[in-house]
């Protein structure tokens, strides 16, 4: 039993809840009091380095949920135009195969992310043009987590239908992988290097904030760190993999450092 159940549809609720996931959980972190120990980069570096305007990023966060949530639905209509009008109760099958299939959809995801972003960063046309978007936030924060340019956006949004797909999830299923995976996001972009009582997913996964910070921070780190949001063997498989440590700085917060 679920809150929206006899009220709107899994289908439905799918394209709603990762959005709403998204803006509270981001919220969360920008409402926080000040974490100064925690943060990986200064308040000095955070305005000397990210020179788009917060309100820009907002908005480009925005157009891109537009664009998933108009693929999706636009995809579920054709597919079954009923599935958005009608309400229907789907069994759910048991947690242990539903376990399964977040893990098979956690590979599925981390291998699209990998191969169509390291290729977004080796070919200079898709980096100048499309990919080099998000790399204006070259210190991330929680809320920017999702700012692209729409054409990656949509590339995106099709890679979790092909997550969805061979995975085998329901609708319902999938709205809590999808939501899982727009709060693994935001915390790779967080900048906060949070003890594991504050950060769970930095305590379970390997590719975290410290990790991911590597990958926007300096024209050598956007060659290392590919991987995302979960797993990080495609780095250490195709050798781009940067090795690093989290050193505390004398005055309050944490440093990263490579180790190569």
Known sequence: MVFWEGYLSDDVMG??????????????????????????????????????????????????QLIQVITLASLTYLFDRSMLTTYRVVVQPSIPVQICQFIVAMLVLDAWQYFVHRHMHTNKFLY???????????????????????????IDTFGGVVCFLISGMTARTGLYFSSIT??????????????????PFQLIFGNNSAYHDIHHYGLRGRKYNYAQPFFIFWDKLLGTHMPYTVVERPKGGYEVRLLK
């Open 15 to 64: 394209l709603i809840a990762p959005v709403v996931v998204y803006w509270l959980y981001a919220g969360v972190h920008h409402m926080l009091p000040p974490l100064e120990k925690y943060r990986l980069h200064t308040k000095k570096e955070f305005a000397a380095k990210d020179v788009v305007p917060l309100p820009t990023v907002i908005r480009g966060v925005l157009i891109q």
């Open 128 to 154: 100048k043009h499309i990919h080099s978007q998000h790399h204006t936030l070259e210190v991330p924060y929680a809320c920017g987590a999702l700012y692209a340019h729409p054409l990656e956006s949509l």
């Open 182 to 199: 727009s709060m693994k996001a935001i915390d790779l972009h967080s900048g906060l290097w949070l003890p594991p009582s504050f950060g």
